[in-house]
């Protein structure tokens, strides 16, 4: 889930900035997280997970951050593109077969030329 | 690249009909989930199914809903008796092994009750 204050639901940014989108998780029992984005009309397209044992991941200009201590989690993307422009989602999973992610509210982010 | 497809794309019925939504995940996969989204909400869980029964479901999915896998490459959701807040895009996503992995969503079924 999300908690006030840590969730904006849009960023603008211009191209070639980087983008540091936020989320914060609710269940201390989550052990696996990961980030979606949604363009419109579309469903949700993996990025990059991470699991409870790590605390970054970098993926193709994509990077994600865990702090369990707050739990919170972020995605940092590099050189931001036009292309990048969609919604944000990031979703926590627990360790248990069948256990559904659970979706964080979303962040637009608009990329600019 | 292996995808889940959903069918139809847009689906459009009257308050009290019943709607089936369709869904073919990734064929080795053997979990299967349905998720919601209504216009401008977050994604929301609303069952998932595995080994023909269901593992887990969301308070969302009441006596009006329900799943079957009635072959070997599809898996439905029936909404018996649609109100109009069944109005929403819905998700059908597929994994290989249940939990920690990504879900590979399809490209959804707007439902719009009239």
């Known amino acids: 889930g999300e908690s006030v204050g840590l969730h904006l639901p849009t960023l603008s940014v211009q191209e070639g900035d980087n983008s540091i989108i936020n989320c914060a998780y609710s269940?201390?029992?989550?052990?696996?997280f990961i980030w979606y984005k949604q363009e419109s009309g579309k469903g949700p397209q993996f990025i990059i997970d991470i699991r409870s044992n790590m605390d970054k991941r970098q993926g193709q200009r994509v990077t994600v951050l865990l702090n369990k201590t707050v739990k919170h989690l972020s995605l940092q993307i590099a050189a931001t593109q036009p292309g990048d422009s969609a919604v944000y989602f990031c979703a926590e999973g627990a360790n248990q077969a069948g256990t559904a992610l659970i979706f964080g509210k979303g962040t637009t982010l608009s990329v600019s030329s | 690249e292996p995808e889940v497809t959903q069918t139809p794309s847009h689906q459009v019925t009257q308050m009290g009909q019943e709607v089936i939504l369709r869904c073919v995940p990734i064929s080795n996969h053997l979990y299967f989930y349905w998720y919601r989204q209504i216009l401008g909400q977050k994604v929301e869980f609303l069952v998932s199914?595995?080994?023909?029964?269901?593992?887990?479901k969301s308070e969302i999915f009441d006596d009006q809903f329900s799943v079957e896998r009635p072959d070997g490459s599809n898996f439905t959701l029936k909404i018996r008796s649609t109100k109009l807040e069944d109005s929403a895009m819905y998700f059908c996503a597929s994994g290989p092994r249940g939990h920690n992995e990504k879900l590979f969503f399809g490209s959804g079924t707007q439902l719009s009750v009239l």
């Open positions: 199914f595995y080994n023909n029964e269901i593992s887990e």
């Open positions: 269940n201390s029992a989550s052990d696996y």
